[in-house]
C-alpha cells in the first residue's frame, strides 16, 4: 500500500522563484517529481513519476484533436524537480503564473499528489468548502 500524501506546510518563495519543499511530501514523493498545473483550480500539482507516468497515460486516452490540444497545453507546463540539498525547488514562471503564486505558498497533501497553493487562494478555498458541505459529502460514507 502507497503512503499517503496528507498535512498542509506553509512556505514562502523567493525573489528567484525558489521554495522549500516540504520533507515530510518528498519522503513520499522520491527524489524526484514533477510539477504540472492544476486543471480543476488555481494550484500547481505535483506528481511522484510513477503518478505522472499515469497522469500522462490518462492524457493519452482522450482521442483526437482535443486530446493533442490538451496534451500540448498541459504537458508544456510540466517540469521536474529535483530538489536541492536544502530541500529547495525552482517553481518555472509560467506555473508561478498559473497558481498565481507570489510569496507566501500552502503545500497540501492531497492523497496520491501534493498541491501548491497561494496562501490567499488557499484560505479562500477553506472558506467555501464549509463543515456542512464536508458533513453532505461524507453523509453515506461509514467510517
Given at each position: 500500500?502507497?503512503?499517503?500524501?496528507?498535512?498542509?506546510?506553509?512556505?514562502?518563495?523567493?525573489?528567484?522563484?525558489?521554495?522549500?519543499?516540504?520533507?515530510?511530501?518528498?519522503?513520499?514523493?522520491?527524489?524526484?517529481?514533477?510539477?504540472?498545473?492544476?486543471?480543476?483550480?488555481?494550484?500547481?500539482?505535483v506528481y511522484?513519476?510513477?503518478?505522472?507516468?499515469?497522469?500522462?497515460?490518462?492524457?493519452?486516452?482522450?482521442?483526437?484533436?482535443?486530446?493533442?490540444?490538451?496534451?500540448?497545453?498541459?504537458?508544456?507546463?510540466?517540469?521536474?524537480?529535483?530538489?536541492?540539498?536544502?530541500?529547495?525547488?525552482?517553481?518555472?514562471?509560467?506555473?508561478?503564473?498559473?497558481?498565481?503564486?507570489?510569496?507566501?505558498?500552502?503545500?497540501?497533501?492531497?492523497?496520491?499528489?501534493?498541491?501548491?497553493?497561494?496562501?490567499?487562494?488557499?484560505?479562500?478555498?477553506?472558506?467555501?468548502?464549509?463543515?456542512?458541505?464536508?458533513?453532505?459529502?461524507?453523509?453515506?460514507l461509514?467510517?
Amino acid at each position: 500500500m502507497e503512503a499517503t500524501l496528507c498535512g498542509s506546510y506553509e512556505h514562502s518563495i523567493d525573489v528567484k522563484g525558489r521554495m522549500s519543499f516540504p520533507t515530510k511530501l518528498r519522503d513520499i514523493l522520491g527524489p524526484e517529481f514533477y510539477l504540472c498545473i492544476g486543471h480543476d483550480d488555481k494550484f500547481i500539482a505535483v506528481y511522484s513519476p510513477e503518478k505522472f507516468e499515469e497522469y500522462q497515460e490518462k492524457l493519452s486516452s482522450i482521442p483526437g484533436k482535443k486530446g493533442s490540444d490538451l496534451r500540448r497545453k498541459l504537458l508544456s507546463c510540466c517540469d521536474r524537480q529535483i530538489p536541492d540539498k536544502q530541500g529547495r525547488i525552482l517553481i518555472p514562471p509560467q506555473l508561478r503564473k498559473h497558481a498565481l503564486l507570489e510569496k507566501d505558498v500552502v503545500v497540501i497533501g492531497a492523497s496520491n499528489h501534493a498541491e501548491i497553493w497561494d496562501k490567499k487562494l488557499w484560505d479562500e478555498f477553506n472558506e467555501r468548502v464549509t463543515v456542512d458541505d464536508l458533513s453532505d459529502a461524507l453523509e453515506d460514507l461509514v467510517l
